[in-house]
């Protein structure tokens, strides 16, 4: 069935600065996708397929953040096609890895990695789109569940509400019986202040949480990185922890600048 001709709700998904990852994360869901497939009219998404349709939009996705003036500009007009808009993944609703550069002078990045940094076009931060334009629901994640994903993309087309958890991880960990890795070894680890999203598959393997999911709704950093401290990490590693793939979410970034005043 052609974009053209698949009946139903207009979806397109659109990428920004990002892996491709979470795109990815909808292309795994296999034979639930043939079902959405056949209930949408997918009409952009360069990922699965070179048809396109112009909008408006019922549904966009939105993977990546944004890193330049051109993006900026073209989210501005995705977000005018669309009448949902959600956007997917750390680098959607927080920046992702990149907004590592938000840290610092961008001009040390660019002089650093390429020979000839005069020819690099780039803001100086990588922020997510909720910083540019009206977000109608943020899924987190590096990647998203596709099973999350699913839940999102089947609320919107019927006009309700996503049931996507806000807790965090460590409730993950109590529901598989998985010991607490900090508690019991003093493992860093933040499983205490992440949304709940992965199954907490890290803990289940004797390793720390690193964040993917980005900071829960109760996050209590303060209070873990007494924790952490308690167990003799020191300041510098603690904000390390807090900047991986959801650096720049308020929570995590708001943690980590403290942690490096305490360096």
């Not at 900026?72 to 959607?92: D, H, N």
């Not at 890795?181 to 199954?199: E, F, N, Q, S």
């Amino acid at each position: 069935m052609t974009a053209a001709s698949a009946p139903g709700p207009s979806v397109a998904v659109w990428k920004f600065a990002s892996c491709d990852g979470c795109q990815l994360s909808l292309l795994d869901l296999e034979d639930e996708l043939l079902k959405v497939v056949g209930a949408v009219n997918i009409s952009h998404f360069t990922e699965m397929t070179r048809a396109h349709v112009d909008g408006p939009y019922d549904l966009s996705l939105v993977e990546g953040s944004v890193t330049t003036a051109h993006d900026a500009a073209r989210i501005a007009k995705v977000r005018e096609m669309s009448k949902t808009l959600i956007t997917i993944g750390a680098c959607a609703t927080a920046g992702g890895i990149q907004g590592l550069r938000n840290f610092a002078s961008v001009g040390e990045y660019t002089s650093t990695v390429y020979a000839h940094p005069d020819y690099i076009a780039t803001l100086d931060t990588s922020t997510p789109i909720s910083a540019h334009v009206p977000v109608d629901f943020e899924l987190r994640g590096c990647p998203i569940d596709r099973y999350q994903l699913l839940e999102v993309i089947m609320a919107a087309l019927a006009g309700r509400s996503p049931r996507i958890p806000g807790h965090s991880v460590c409730q993950e960990c109590k529901g598989r019986g998985t010991v607490c890795v900090l508690v019991a070894k003093g493992t860093p680890c933040l499983g205490p202040v992440t949304r709940a999203g992965c199954g907490a598959l890290c803990p289940a393997v004797d390793r720390g949480c690193f964040g993917c999911f980005g900071p829960a709704d109760t996050a209590n950093t303060s209070s873990l990185t007494g924790r952490l401290l308690e167990e003799n990490l020191q300041p510098v590693d603690a904000s390390r922890l807090y900047r991986t793939f959801n650096a720049n979410a308020p929570a995590f970034r708001t943690e980590s600048l403290a942690n490096d005043a305490r360096s």
